[in-house]
């Protein structure tokens, strides 16, 4: 090593500097210290070797939780914790641009239940409004299962009703949707669509089996009836159903390990849980082939002009080759 003061003395190693043991020297000549040159992170940055980042996010989107994607890649959980926020955040910013003006003639909406920290009854009049049961506003395309949209919050007027603009603001034609009996659909729906929908409601009428038993509370309720409310327009009663949304419902809670029931894998804060959906959902919409149509949903949908891979999820973050060294301290983050 040259010195790059003096540019002619010769130098010896001199330690180390930092958590990530960067190598320092030092010149025989001129005494003058200095580091080897070396990555400056920024942060969008992390230190991960990219094939460990691959399979870090194949782990996540495929239902390990934080630790076992720790034991399965060698990774630290703080890396990879890293990792889901850093794609996470790109994700919901590709969803955001990509997902317009979108040519979908059939839309069913349902919500999922998950909870952030501690479920309802545990919840304290002093507790943050982020902690506590958390609903997942999904719509999905009934013909190329497509996500154009989702959100996280409560199952309010408030959530509905900026889930259904943001729904309204990504479609480029009229459109027959078909939600749930959520009262709040009946009212915000044709607000926010106006006369550019076919509007029609699934209500189910549920039994009283697993409520009041406390062997069976985890038992599903019967459905006594299903009931079809056409609210507004003139909607197909053919494709007057929320079936493929409900299997989403489904996939969702199988590949994203917090939505786990009966499980300690909840998240501990909701902007972890919003980086989780958004990283399933880039990965369901342009990587994850789709039986029925042997294609991603996104291609399906003329959104992109390739199949995507695990490797396109990880370009969007940027990740640099860690060097080989002794690991330094680690800010814990909460998962």
Known sequence: MTCRKCEHGICKRFGFFGKRRIQRWRCNSCNSTFCEPHTKLTRDTMLAKPDAA???????????????????????????????????????????????????????????WTFVQKKARRIRSGDSPEIGDQWIFVAIDAETKLIPSFRIGKRSRQDTTEFLWDLYRRLADRVQLTT????????????????DVDFAQVVKLFGEWGQSDANARYSPSP???VISKVRSGD??????????????????????????????????KVENHAWAVALFTTYYNFVR??????????????VPDRLWEIGDIVALVEVTDAKPGKRGPYKKTAA
């Open 54 to 112: 691959v399979r870090a996010i194949q782990c996540l989107v495929e239902g390990c939780s934080i630790r076992s994607t720790e034991r399965l890649t060698g990774l630290n959980r703080n890396t990879i914790m890293r990792l889901l926020i850093l794609a996470g955040t790109r994700s919901a910013r590709l969803m955001d641009e990509r997902m317009r003006e979108l040519h979908s003639r059939y839309l069913q909406v349902d919500e999922i």
């Open 223 to 225: 459905i006594v009836e």
């Open 235 to 268: 909607p197909d009663p053919d494709h007057i159903s929320t079936s493929f949304v409900e299997r989403q419902n489904l996939s969702m809670r199988m590949s994203i390990r917090r939505f786990t029931r009966l499980t300690n894998a909840f998240s501990k």
């Open 289 to 302: 082939i789709h039986k029925t149509l042997r294609m991603s949903p996104a291609m399906a949908a003329g």
């Open 180 to 195: 749930d009996g959520l009262v709040h659909y009946t009212r915000m729906v044709p607000e926010c669509f106006g006369l």
